[in-house]
């Protein structure tokens, strides 16, 4: 019998014993690769290349970019009676909204916004343009929600609802442009308070009217005298409520006083190089550690 006969055939592993008998020689190959990297790569090579990669993008291909900041105050002028808060304040709401400052950071991160602004100021062909960073750029200008996502990177907004004040600022690559923006958003957030104060006094005018019109049907139908007499004090309210919402009407309800102009900066704020670059390099250390030691545990398991 011939050595090659004598020599026992091993004949591959099928189905699930096959797959798992690949899984085991993978995953091995995989933990002797790793090993024989974590004992080339040590921590300060590791640091050492995401600083210095950070390094240059921030001090080569990152923009300066400048911030004119806003700071505004949105007021609710409560002088609707008591009259118009009994009688509107089940459908409509009476006395001041909590919900004014959200409404005006709403708009101006707005689609409606973006669109007056880049009508002005041609802000998608500015985020897109190859003279941009070629990291950070609007690399797909049709998509609006790519473009709107840009622009709310560009204008930060830190609002105060409970006490109705708003900060805006706004970063862009020229410090005029960068004010003249701010400018633009605060004349048009005063417009979009100036619509919406229109559209409540119509609905208050409206629901008014409407109440004062029942109360009288109420009166010409009632048939007893505990009727009449129920029906003239809701009369009488209507009307005294229909008074007091004209008066009110004619009154600005919400506005927004300025507190600080838009700013013209002098000098770029951002990106805080020297800061970021510490800061990716710090995270990264940290991650490295965590990562090591767990490495470490779960290697020294294996040898136990």
């Known amino acids: ?27 091995a190959s995989l933990g002797d690769t790793a090993q024989r990297l974590s004992t080339r790569i040590s921590f300060w090579s590791v640091i050492g290349t995401v600083a210095l990669l950070s390094s240059v993008y921030y001090f080569v ?7 004119s900041q ?63 960073n070629p990291f950070w750029r609007l690399w797909w200008p049709s998509v609006d929600e790519d473009f709107l996502w840009f622009y709310q990177y560009m204008v930060q907004l830190d609002s105060q609802a409970d006490v109705g004040i708003l900060t805006i600022d706004v970063l862009d690559y ?3 442009r960068a004010q003249a923006i701010n400018q633009k958003i605060v004349s048009e957030a ?23 019109v029942n109360a009288v049907k109420a009166v010409k139908t009632a048939k007893d005298p505990q009727e009449l007499s129920v029906a003239e004090m809701r009369l009488t309210a209507a009307q005294q409520a229909l008074a007091a919402a004209e008066g009110a009407a004619n009154q600005q309800q919400v506005f927004i006083v300025p507190i600080s102009a838009p700013s013209l900066p002098t000098e770029t704020t951002k990106p805080e190089r020297l800061f970021d670059v510490l800061s990716i390099t710090f995270i990264t250390a940290l991650v490295y550690a965590v990562g090591f030691l767990m490495w470490s545990n779960v290697r020294d398991h294996r040898k136990a």
């Open 61 to 67: 291909f990152a923009e300066s970019l400048y911030d």
């Open 1 to 27: 019998m011939s050595n090659t006969d004598s020599t026992a055939r091993v004949e591959p592993k099928q189905g699930l014993a096959g797959v798992w008998g690949v899984g085991k020689a993978f995953g």
């Open 70 to 132: 806003a700071i505004i105050s949105i007021q609710n002028k409560a002088t609707v009676s008591s009259g118009v808060s009994s009688i509107l304040g089940s459908s409509l709401g009476g006395g001041a909204s909590a919900s004014e400052s959200t409404e005006t950071t709403q708009y101006i991160y707005s689609m409606e916004m973006l669109r007056t602004l880049d009508k002005d100021f041609h802000l998608r062909d500015l985020y897109s343009s190859s003279a941009r």
């Open 190 to 212: 005063e417009r979009f308070m100036n619509q919406m104060n229109a559209t409540m006094q119509a609905q208050t005018m409206k629901f008014a009217r409407s109440e004062l």
């Open 174 to 176: 020229d410090r005029h």
